[in-house]
Every structure is written in C-alpha cells, then in structure tokens.
C-alpha cells in the first residue's frame, strides 16, 4: 500500500498534463503548418541539406557558423526527407522537450495544467513550432539554463556543466542567448551576499566555459587566422536598416528604450504573460524560494537584455524587439506565472495592479485599433477580477486556446501555400526561352524550397530585380507572376513591382492579359 497517496495522484495528474500538453504541441504542428516564411529559415533549410550532403562550408556569413540552427534539423531531412514541415519536427521536439522539463522541475503543490496552458498557447510561440528557425530550439536552451542552477548545491559540478554547456550549445545556435550571459553571474552574487556560495557548482561553471571557449575560439583561429572571426562578422551582419533606431535621430532611440516595448508586448500578445508573471517574478525576488527565484533571476537577465541590448559594437543601436525573437521568453513566463498563481489571487493589491495593466493593455489595442487584442486583455482583466468565479480554469482554456486555434485558418488562408506551390510548379514547366518568367523576389530567394525537385525550373523563375538589372529584353513575352502576400509581409516590393511595369512600357510591351485567383496576380506583357 502507498503510505502517500497524495503525492501519487499529483505526480499522475502532472503525467496527465503533459500527455495533453504534448498531444496539443503535436496536432498544432499537424494542423498548423502553412509554408514556409521565405526569409532566414530557407538558409537554415538548405544549409542542414548541405551539411549532411557533405557541401556545407563555413564561411563569413555569420548564419553559416549556427550549426546549432541547420545541423539536428537537417538530420531529420537527411533521414525523413526534404520537406519544410517534416524538417521542422526539431522545433516540436524542442517545445516538447521544454514542457517536459518544467513539469518536472515544477513543485508538486503548483497548478501543472496552468503551466501547461500558459507555455502551449501564445500565438508567436505556436506559429514558430511548424517553421525551422534557431529560434525554437533556443527555447529548449533557455529552459536548460534556469533549470540546471536549482540543482548547483545538490549536484555542483553536473549542474554547473549543464548550465554552461547550454548557454554554449545556445549561442551555436543563434546569439541571442547571450543575452542570458548575466544569470550565471549575479547568481554568484547573489549566494555570495547570502552565504551559501557552492564553489564546486562556479569552478565546473569556469572549467567547462575555458575549454569549450578554448576550442570555439581555436576553430576560427585555425580557420580564419583570427579568434574573434565569429565574433566580427555577427557584427558586421548586423547593419543599418528600416529596423534600426540609431540612424533615425536620438529621440527614435529614446522612443526604443521608453514607449516602444511595450507597445510590442501588447500588440504581438505577449503582455497578458508578462502581467500574469508578475506575482511569480515578485516572489522569487522577494522569497528567495528554489526554482521561483532561479526563473525570476534568469528571466529579468532577459527582459533587460532584449530591452537595452545593442545590435552592434561600434555603436549603441537598441536591438529591434522581433516578436520571432521573443519567444524564448514563454517558457520562464509560463513557469513564473504557475508559481504566482496562487500568490496573487490571495493579493488584492496585486489583483488591482495586475487589473491595472491589463487595462493598460486593452488601451494601448484600442489606441492601435487592434479589436481582437482589446478583447483578449479585457478577457484576461476579468478573469483578474472574478478570480474568485469556480468556473475561472475554463474561462482561461477558453480566452487561451480560442484565439490559438483560430490563428490556423487565418495564417492558411492568407498564405495559401499549397495553391502558391502549384502553380509555380505549374508556370514553370510551360515556360520556355520565349517567355520570361518574374515573380517576387523573395520567391525567387526560396526557389530551391518552393521547387525543390526540379532545378530546370528553378533556372526559369526570375525576381524583379532580374528583370530591372538587364539592359535589354531578348524575348516578345515577359509574364509577371506575382503572389499577393507581399501585400502582407513584404509590402517594400510594390516598389519593385511598379519600375518592372515602368520599364516593360518603355520597352513598348502592352499588358494582353491579367487573371487574378485567390493569392495568385497573374499579368501576361507582349511586345507591340
């Protein structure tokens, strides 16, 4: 007979919990998939494909030295196939895996199914798990981390590996974990100031990080004749563009560092976890309490450093706040948020600020004419305020999983990936050295995704910037095939698109036929 049958039934309610959590992870990346983003991830694809053909080459694109990013993915396309969903099972297995971790690390006396909830359900954090983006799996990273320090008095010189060798496996995946560089620091001064510093847990902390640095740095020495290679050429990747703020004038840079992050975190849905992580984050710093204080700790290191961080070396420029990057903070705010929960409904002060703030929500939505976010934080204020209502777990599945699910239609009908897929595939096969074939550039960038069998009709799809490059036009036929989500995610191309027609008017073609269905803007131009 078990002499605690309490504890029994709450470790196979968590076990409960994760079966579910996972199971939503899972049909959210069957069901949610919509294609590609023709940016960054179709670098990371290829590059993974290379890597396991045996063609990769590290050069100075600073993209090319993230073989955490492209290497565990492009092993599942080495062994499954070539295919963007399939290949973005790394990102679900890392959300997995993350979930797993905090459920078990959770106190037994915390609400598991609020954590599950809350990490399973912000839209940015989902929309990620079906692409293949570094990202994702520094979710996995920054979940270690926090982790590994709640063990460094019972289990020093393993906890102290693991910490560092995370933040080490994160930054070869993408350099935002640097931003987590902080924790293992102020932790010291923190057990420091409260007598009970573990030197064992801070000496495997120094060990691993001299010689893992010691190879890191050696590779680029010996490769490059330079140590700090990588170092540089992140720097030099990182340049001035429409998301910078130092060449736009000083107040651009105060409006950055004031105003403009939390304008963010309301419009890209991450302000109801930060408010509703607030009474965890209070706690942990107040209490001092094991695994409150480790997650409070590692989570302000991050807030501070996407806040006030700089983007380059040579000067301050505030980093741009990518809601894509942002997601490294679910987890911790999902933790934070399970461990506060009691806290603040037992806190009528905290309920009114929490109230407070979500209002502040709601208006900022309002200010921006963002109906649907309005909604959701007004949501989230009166579960604040009727706290107390017996019915509160299902009102917060509802208001959390509601908009989640209803992100999958939109996302699909607004790309429809599979209709852009065919009839490129399609175009390209009718087209021959008569008829020249423009499409958006970004098209063009993801031609070895989009058309992926077939390298011949790669070599016919042309982007705008083909055609506005070349100074004469060997053929009576140009067809401007255009997929109208650049409306959406790349309105800067209706500039390349309008010279394209320009130039074909001044070259005397006349537009004979236009035919627009769905996403798919097809114009067939021929020579007077």
Known sequence: MNSNPKLTFSFSRTKIVLFAGLSFLGLYWILGFDGITFSDDVYYLLAGKKFWEGNMEVNDYHFSSRWGAYVPSGLIGFLLGFDPHTISLISLLSYGLSLYLLLRILPKEQPAWVLALWFCTQVYFLHFLTKVYPDSLLVLFTSIVPTAAISRRSKPILSGFILFFSLFCGFLTKETIILLAPFPVLLFIYDLKKNQLKGAFYYSIACTGAILLALYLGYFWIKFGDAFHRISSINSGHYISEFTYADKGFWSVVRRLTVLPIVTFVERAYWAWMVFAMPGILLGWKSGKKVTFEFALAFLSLLFGFWF??????????????????????????MLITLGWKYWQENLKLKRWMMGFLLLGVGISLLGLDLKMAAFNFGMFMLVRFSQWKFQPILLALILIIPAGLAIPYQQNLKQYQTLID?????????????????????EFSEQILLSEDSMKQKRLHGLEYFLKEDKVATDTVTLLLYTYYEHAYPQEQNGIDSVRQKLMKLNFELVEEQREKV?????????
């Open 309 to 334: 961080m700089s983007s380059t070396l040579e000067f301050y420029n505030p980093i741009y706040l990518n809601p894509r990057h942002l997601i490294i903070l679910i987890p911790m705010l999902a």
């Open 423 to 443: 009839t490129l595939t399609q175009e390209t096969q009718h087209t021959d050295n008569q008829n020249i074939l423009l499409s958006n550039n970004f098209l």
């Open 520 to 528: 798919i803007w097809k114009q067939l131009f021929v020579k007077k």
